[in-house]
């Protein structure tokens, strides 16, 4: 299986967030969460954005990890600031 069930694995148990509280927050049953989560299925693209956005609402942190995780890093790091 892919990626999104090893990064919402590692994002759920760091951030303390729970495969049900997740389900909970999407509208979806638990066993669905509890699939990816133990990559027997992958999520569509469509529930990818879903998974974002409930994350989103649970900790703003743990979504922004999930996108990193699964994503990589979608932006180029700001540059430095010009020394004087």
Known sequence: MGKAGK???????????????????MGLNRSTVYQWFNEIT??????????????????????KDFVRLYLGRLTQPEPEPPED
């Open 7 to 25: 990064a919402l694995k590692q994002v759920l148990e760091t951030y303390g967030i729970t495969q049900n509280r997740l389900a909970v927050t």
């Open 42 to 63: 992958d999520p569509s693209a469509e529930s990818v954005t879903q998974i974002i956005a409930a994350l989103e609402q649970l900790n703003a942190a743990a979504a």
